[in-house]
């Protein structure tokens, strides 16, 4: 499985402001995902990244708020725009594969993020 | 849409206890997996099932999927502290579609395993 490193681990921030999110794995994949999650809670999926194309966005969810980049096969962002106490949660990227009947996800350590 | 049904929320068991974790739903999945989690740290991954009636075991964890692949349970025997955290449930549905590679999660289970 892929070695997934996230930046910052953690960041406490304040409302209005907004924060980017790095992802970095050690081998080139195609598909990543970016999630939510409240601690002790299941995961909720922001998005899906595939680079090559325009990131996928799930109901609830919105490029204005939570723009994303994907340079290259090995790297992608997540910004939280313009915070409030609200987007404080656990933020996730995955790396996924998918063939034609397993699909299986390998996760990153997460970014804990604390707004005032 | 896709749900996964995952049953109990919360366990608090004594060491050497056994338990079991469910995960159903309605619909088929063409493989399922289950991850761990614990605080501070992402989701790991246990085991990925694929196959109907499929059993894998893993040391004291024992993995099973259902004969329709609708449902998954994960056994644990003689729990020890080191188990505890939150158990995920994670379904998906191959290659295809606008689904592609997007796994449906469980609400998760918190196990708490006391000395």
């Known amino acids: 499985s892929a070695v997934i490193s996230q930046k910052p681990s953690r960041d406490i921030c304040q409302r209005g402001t907004s924060l980017t999110i790095q992802c970095q794995v050690d081998?080139?994949?195609?598909?990543m995902f970016w999630y939510r999650q409240q601690p002790g809670q299941s995961l909720t999926l922001i998005a899906t990244a595939n680079q090559g194309s325009e990131a996928t966005y799930e109901s609830g969810f919105v490029i204005d708020k939570f723009p994303i980049s994907r340079p290259n096969l090995t790297f992608s962002t997540l910004t939280v725009s313009n915070m409030s106490p609200e987007d404080s949660s656990i933020y996730l990227c995955s790396v996924g594969t998918s063939g034609r009947i397993v699909d299986e996800q390998f996760f990153g350590p997460g970014t804990r993020l604390t707004v005032l | 849409t896709q749900l996964l049904e995952q049953s109990p929320q919360f366990l608090s068991i004594q060491e050497g206890e056994n338990l079991t974790v469910y995960c159903n739903s309605s619909s088929v999945f063409s493989s399922l997996q289950w991850y761990r989690q614990e605080p501070g740290e992402g989701p790991v991954l246990l085991v990925t099932?694929?196959?109907?009636?499929e059993v894998k075991k893993l040391k004291r964890l024992t993995f099973q999927f259902g004969d329709a692949r609708k449902d998954s349970s994960l056994h644990i025997t003689a729990a020890q502290p080191g188990d505890t955290g939150l158990y995920l449930c994670?379904?998906?549905?191959?290659?295809?579609?606008?689904?592609?590679?997007?796994?449906?999660f469980g609400q998760g289970t918190i196990l708490t395993v006391h000395p």
């Open positions: 099932v694929v196959t109907g009636g």
């Open positions: 081998s080139q994949v195609t598909m």
């Open positions: 994670a379904g998906g549905s191959g290659a295809g579609g606008t689904s592609y590679g997007k796994l449906t």
